[in-house]
């Protein structure tokens, strides 16, 4: 079986540690995500699950979470959902948010189990991730999971300078923060070209990108307003905050991660 990515995704931490410790011991394939702190959407784009565990009772990260249905289906992790104590239909409620399955708590760690198993089984990981080059290798790359996320062609020059460039800016070593002409003056003298064409290339694949038309997926997943969808950011913008978001991403990818 193929690796299986479960976020679960609750208020109540004390369960959520207890349902990942059971699932773990039992996945023998799987990769187990915990977030506690409202942060659903985020904890999505950070973590890439195939399919999400979470709690009812999280009001506004589910509105977010039906958002991205209507924009992007095909960008959605399979949804199981934990309805509160003395829900009274919980068929209607899995149907509000699209769930595949709907429990109610206190779940049973067996059931939660089968249902998982039957989810890995009978779906694919989201075609946003599986069907892009190189989606497999995005789990510890926070700059190219951001370009995915956002629609960004990994075979474009422009997409090589961005790396290039996020990765000086985000150097603990250097001295003081450096303008966006050095950098691309940097860029070009380590590949062998000029400023302007590393510049040109990079906002080539920034007018790329937007004309695709994923920007408000990729905001949605990233947990806030980051990116215009009227219009791409300046390269040197560009470059600026994405170095600060793969930093974030990082942060928050290595406190979703938990070892059993």
């Given amino acids: 079986m193929r690796e299986i990515r479960v976020l679960l995704a609750d208020n109540n931490y004390a ?30 784009g950070a973590g890439m699950p195939s399919i999400v565990v ?9 509105r977010l979470w039906n958002r991205l249905r209507q924009i992007a289906p095909q960008a959605c992790p399979k949804l199981i959902l934990l309805a ?28 939660l189990l089968e249902s998982i198993l039957a989810l890995a089984c009978e779906f694919p990981p989201p075609i946003a991730f599986s069907g892009r080059p ?17 629609g960004m ?13 996020v990765d000086l800016l985000s150097r603990d070593s250097l001295p003081r923060p ?9 860029i070009a003298r380590y590949r062998g070209t000029t400023p302007a064409s590393v510049e040109r290339l990079i906002r080539y694949a920034l007018a790329t990108t937007w004309k695709r038309g994923c920007i408000e997926r990729a905001n949605l997943l990233l947990g ?14 560009f470059i600026k905050l994405l170095a600060r978001l793969a930093r974030d991403m990082h942060r928050f990818a290595t406190s979703l991660r938990l070892a059993h």
């Fill in 54 to 62: 979470a709690g009812a009772g999280q009001e506004p990260a589910l």
């Fill in 153 to 165: 062609s990994v075979r474009l020059a422009g997409y090589e300078y961005v790396r290039a460039s």
């Fill in 224 to 237: 806030e307003e980051l990116f215009s969808p009227a219009a791409p950011p300046s390269s040197v913008e």
């Fill in 15 to 44: 369960m959520l540690d207890y349902l990942a410790i059971y699932l773990s011991r039992r996945l023998e394939h799987a990769h187990i995500l915990l977030e506690s702190g409202g942060q659903l959407m985020r904890a999505i």
């Fill in 134 to 150: 190189l989606a497999m290798h995005a789990a510890g790359d926070c700059v190219l999971r951001i370009c995915l996320l956002l």
């Fill in 84 to 111: 509160p104590e003395g829900c009274g239909d919980e068929d209607a409620l899995a149907a509000r948010y699209g769930a595949q399955a709907c429990f109610q708590k206190p779940v049973a760690p067996a059931q």
């Fill in 178 to 186: 450096m303008r966006g002409a050095d950098v691309f003056q940097t």
